[in-house]
């Protein structure tokens, strides 16, 4: 069964960094977009940033100039380096790839279990 399993979260003070990974388990075909997004109490799920299999980018306005979304295809792989975080970015951050997992199988968003970043002011 196919994974995203992300890492990299934590609690930091306002100002610092933190940089979130997200790996798929498998052997992966066709692998198209990747982005992550967040949650807040009480609040729904918001697109933080996304990246095309080309690397063309998209940001939430929110972040665009502190967050910056990176991948790796050889390893399947999504990075976001999180600079000059801020209290409001505090949320549990979920990563999204849409993919095949099989030839003969359509792509689709496979999303990760969630990893919870706490900035402090």
């Known amino acids: 069964q196919v994974q995203l399993v992300e890492s990299g979260g934590g609690l930091v003070q306002a100002g610092e960094s933190l940089r979130l990974s997200c790996a798929a388990s498998?052997?992966?075909?066709?692998?198209?977009?990747m982005g992550w997004y967040r949650q807040s109490p009480g609040k729904q799920r918001e697109l933080v940033a996304t990246i095309r299999s080309g690397g063309s980018t998209n940001y939430a306005d929110s972040v665009k100039g502190r967050f910056n979304i990176s991948r790796d295809n050889a390893k399947n792989t999504v990075y976001l380096q999180m600079n000059s975080l801020k209290p409001e970015d505090t949320a549990v951050y979920y990563c999204?790839?849409?993919?095949?997992?099989?030839?003969?199988?359509?792509?689709?968003?496979?999303w990760g279990q969630g990893t919870q970043v706490t900035v402090s002011s």
């Open positions: 498998e052997n992966i075909v066709s692998l198209n977009a």
């Open positions: 999204n790839a849409n993919f095949a997992s099989h030839p003969l199988l359509p792509p689709r968003d496979y």
